[in-house]
């Protein structure tokens, strides 16, 4: 039988889950409307379609586990079990991870003036690309992914436990992953995708800095509206970096086993998880003129219809 502490803190999270289901659904509908009356999207919004049904996919894996683990311990305790939900978690937290980077990515090349050749190449060719790095950030968390199921050995000695805080239902073993296996797919799946993120970040601050004092000098040479979609791309890049870090943080504390599952922070740690993708979709919202026009047709739609 849970306990309330287990009760209150399923709650919460569940409360978390469902408002990043809903706030991602906005995202998702609106750009499946503009699909349909248009029929076609540009660039960004089949990035930002792409990482509306990851999050909300995200967050169905993430709520069958937890009311397994709460519910049907016996049952979430199999092996096979906890395998199935590792390798679906960790390829949503992955292909996540990628999708931002995509996201990154063609703001920095959309944005910013190239003078090399190849990166010029890149620019005139964005809307071929993109597709090319949504099905990458599917297809290479997808190979990161299913190796853990080959990959797995047995922990003895431990005493594991399904619930947060009961342990009638235990076992002497965890299942747990090679260090070349979990650093390799960290490497790979969380810290290159985090790389090119910071890269994007740098190469629109370094424009928008070069620009302004180009302005500033000549009085010309950088519009307005153009200006405007420099700073609006930084703002977001950068939220979406510093949500990234503590979302990457929380989760490496979690996957470790820093700390033990029925701790305060562990809790902590599982709130900033179930945080990931509304606060994600709120951050992409406020960042993107045309869903933020959308979002606020729906809200207040006789002020703003």
């Known amino acids: 039988m849970p306990s ?26 609106i750009n499946v409307q503009d699909w349909i009356k248009y029929g076609s999207l540009n660039s960004c919004d089949k990035v930002l379609l792409t990482i509306g049904l990851s999050n909300i996919a995200f967050q169905c894996i993430m709520i069958s586990n937890d009311m397994c683990m709460l519910l049907w311990i016996e049952v979430f ?8 939900f590792f390798v679906l978690l960790m390829l949503m937290i992955y292909n996540n991870f990628w999708l931002t980077a995509s996201l990154c990515i063609f703001y920095c090349i959309k944005i910013i003036t190239f003078h090399h ?22 297809i290479g968390p997808f190979l990161l992914s299913v190796p853990a199921v080959w990959d797995i050995y047995k922990d003895y000695g431990l005493n594991v436990s399904a619930s947060l ?3 009638s239902a235990s076992k002497s073993y965890k299942l747990r992953w090679s260090f070349s296996y979990s650093i390799a797919s ?14 994007s970040i740098i190469l629109i601050l370094t424009s928008l800095c070069r620009h302004a004092r180009r302005m500033e000098n000549t009085g010309g040479g950088f519009n307005k509206p153009r200006l405007e979609a420099h700073i609006g791309a930084a703002k977001t890049v950068i939220y979406l970096l510093f949500h990234y870090v503590v979302f990457y943080m ?19 740690c599982m709130v900033i998880v179930y945080a990931f993708a509304p606060i994600q979709s709120v951050i992409l919202i406020l960042g993107n003129s ?12 006789v002020k703003y219809g």
């Not at 092996?79 to 199935?84: A, C």
């Not at 071929?128 to 950030?137: N, R």
Request: net charge neutral.
């Open 186 to 199: 960290l490497l790979l799946g969380c810290c290159m995708p985090f790389l090119l993120v910071l890269l």
């Open 117 to 138: 050749p190849v990166l010029a190449w890149f620019k005139l060719r964005i809307s071929k690309i993109v597709p090319c790095l949504l099905l990458g950030s599917v």
């Open 77 to 84: 305790l199999l092996d096979y079990v906890y395998l199935i």
């Open 165 to 167: 805080t009961d342990n």
């Open 4 to 29: 309330l502490y287990d009760l209150i803190v399923e709650i919460i999270l569940l409360s978390e889950a469902l408002i990043g289901i809903l706030t991602n659904s906005l995202t998702v509908t």
């Open 250 to 268: 929380a989760e490496f504390l979690l996957l470790f086993d820093i700390f033990q599952l029925a701790s305060l922070w562990s809790v902590l």
């Open 290 to 301: 045309n869903l933020k026009q959308a979002v606020r047709r729906i809200i207040c739609p």
